[in-house]
């Protein structure tokens, strides 16, 4: 009965086309739930399980009617999702996200420090997501013949789509039903869960947990990624352009004119430093201070000092940070603002300061993160790359890079012209933190309860503060302090591996040399500093772009969550402005 409903063929033919069919469910439903358990995708056991079923039986769907000679084509779409899922499994350890499509086309981006960052999270257990695809090519390629002469009579093939599409189903319901239980008890309605479960997200992780890992990513890449401004949001973003600064704080009122006479021809020394937390600092590890320059500098009379300013990058990172200092204007929160606005020119620092000269040092290539073109997208007249590399090309180890980046530093910054703006960018402090390359500073080792990861943070956290105080010596001797105003702070909190809490943790800020005395414990965003220079300077009155944020010198609404990125109409009228290239026509590129 069997051969006649359902098989047709000679020999086990028509059966081996089925067993093959049943081992590829078997290998994908493995493959996602391997991958659900190492990404950490808030799911249960029975939510998993769903979930990967209802993936596998959705890759497996096509091989029922796929022509015998095109039966290997199967495979395909099998090893290209096992292979982002392994990306994914190295990705999400660092991010918190799962990677954004445009991501795996930037592979002109990558350099040493993130494949060493891959493989410093790589784990035995990821053979779980890589091997069931081969094990599945060796059956294929064992019965080949057998499993092309094969068929399913029309009923067969019914009933086996029948029972794969309501495993494809079976995900979406179970994440319906996640979020129907999600809702307060007094709005569960099947409407409102509709709602909440079709919302378009700001992260792939969101979309991948609502609709799962293929699904996920098919919705999320039908965000548009182009937004053609209307008459209304042009002036929504003229309306913050032309907002009217608050009321200066009591006790910087009487400071700031004196300041501003000063502070208007001088020099702009950014020091943004990779991963900078506040975790490392007033900290002792083997009797030794971990950070006794930057501990210091905040106690320090005359010195603005805010030790909680909150990271607001996205998937970006490092990027982001360097576009939320360089503009007063929040990134993307569901993609890298670099892949799709790269070559936008933005309002900036560097183009309402209006330096004689303007730069950026950097320690990697130029080409990575399109680097070269947000040089000139933040107005920057030059771009110093390479920082970190040996004349022969050679990238130093971690340990080595701050002090060959900050040596670069000493090299250019005599040459420029005066006033001059030049934001240098360390790059020592990223992770990986490999306990095998400890630079053993602090005896003992790590305290118990402290990790290897946060252990060597600290460790590359005070090489990194040893090369400050050398590098603030240094402009003391050259004459280039007095005349400079030097800023401190960090791009981003240090990534998730070195544990969650730890992670988001905020920044310290420091503002050196300003005129202004202000310590203050009160919680900030990094979009707060764009104005806080500019009032520091006396342009904020008088600029043409005031930046989102608010200066730290003046009254200003705290944040009331600070887990979260900015308020939703910041994040909304960001967006607009970067998708939109809002000033591609009254900004030239430089």
Not at 190 to 210: C, D, E, I, Q
């Amino acid at each position: 009965m069997l051969k006649k409903t359902i098989i047709r063929g000679r020999g086990n033919s028509p059966l081996d086309f089925l067993y093959f069919g049943a081992v590829y469910f078997i290998m994908l439903t493995a493959m996602f739930g391997a991958a659900w358990n190492r990404i950490g995708m808030e799911y249960s056991i029975v939510s998993a399980l769903v979930s990967a079923l209802s993936e596998a039986a959705l890759l497996t769907l096509p091989y029922i009617f796929l022509p015998r000679r095109w039966r290997w084509t199967i495979m395909v779409p099998g090893f290209i999702v096992a292979a982002s899922l392994l990306v994914n499994a190295w990705y999400f350890p660092y991010f918190g996200d799962i990677m954004p499509p445009r991501n795996f086309l930037m592979a002109s981006t990558v350099d040493n420090t993130l494949v060493e960052c891959s493989l410093a999270a790589m784990k035995w257990t990821d053979l779980l997501i890589a091997l069931p695809m081969p094990a599945a090519l060796a059956v294929f390629i064992w019965r080949r013949k057998s499993i092309r002469e094969g068929q399913i009579a029309v009923r067969g093939k019914i009933a086996v789509t029948a029972a794969l599409l309501c495993l494809c189903l079976a995900g979406p319901a179970k994440a319906m039903q996640l979020t129907y239980k999600s809702l307060p008890s007094g709005e569960r309605s099947l409407s409102n869960a509709w709602k909440a479960y079709t919302m378009p997200g700001t992260a792939v992780f969101t979309h991948t947990s609502r609709h799962g890992y293929i699904g996920g990513y098919i919705t999320y890449a039908s965000i548009n990624e182009n937004i053609e401004l209307t008459d209304a949001d042009r002036r929504e973003i003229l309306l913050a352009a032309s907002r009217e600064p608050a009321a200066l704080l009591p006790e910087v009122a009487a400071q700031l004119s004196d300041a501003i006479s000063a502070n208007h021809n001088k020099n702009l020394i950014f020091i943004l430093v990779e991963s900078l937390s506040t975790s490392s600092l007033d900290r002792t590890l083997g009797g030794r201070r971990v950070t006794p320059c930057l501990d210091s500098l905040m106690a320090a009379p005359g010195v603005i000092a805010f030790p909680r300013i909150y990271s607001q990058v996205g998937p970006g990172k490092s990027s982001d940070g360097q576009f939320i200092y360089n503009t007063g204007i929040l990134p993307l929160y569901d993609m890298p603002l670099v892949s799709v606005a790269a070559r936008h020119p933005f309002p900036s620092l560097a183009r309402e300061l209006r330096p004689a000269e303007s730069i950026e040092i950097i320690g990697e290539n130029r080409a990575l993160w399109f680097h070269d073109d947000t040089n000139r997208s933040y107005g920057f007249t030059r771009l110093i790359d390479k920082a970190m590399q040996t004349p022969d090309g050679h990238v130093v180890p971690p340990a080595q890079r701050d002090s060959m980046i900050l040596a670069r530093a000493r090299a250019e910054l005599p040459r420029l012209r005066k006033p001059f703006f030049a934001m240098v960018i360390t790059l020592g402090m990223h992770g990986p933190y490999k306990p095998s390359e400890s630079p053993g500073l602090f005896s003992g080792g790590a305290p118990g309860g402290m990790g290897a990861q946060e252990y060597s943070h600290h460790e590359y956290t005070a090489l990194f503060d040893y090369e400050l105080k050398s590098f603030l010596g240094w402009l003391r001797d050259e004459g280039l302090y007095d005349n400079s105003l030097i800023v401190i702070t960090g791009d981003h909190t240090p990534h998730r591996m070195i544990g969650e809490d730890f992670a988001h943790r905020p920044v310290p800020l420091l503002i050196l040399n300003s005129g202004i005395e202000l310590k203050s414990d009160l919680p900030a965003g990094q979009i707060d500093l764009y104005p806080t220079l500019l009032d520091l300077t006396g342009r904020l009155d008088s600029a043409s772009w005031r930046g989102l944020g608010h200066s730290l010198l003046r009254s200003r609404p705290l944040p009331a969550d600070t887990t979260a990125p900015a308020d939703t109409a910041m994040v909304s009228l960001s967006r607009k402005i970067i998708l939109g290239n809002a000033w591609e026509q009254t900004i030239p590129r430089d």
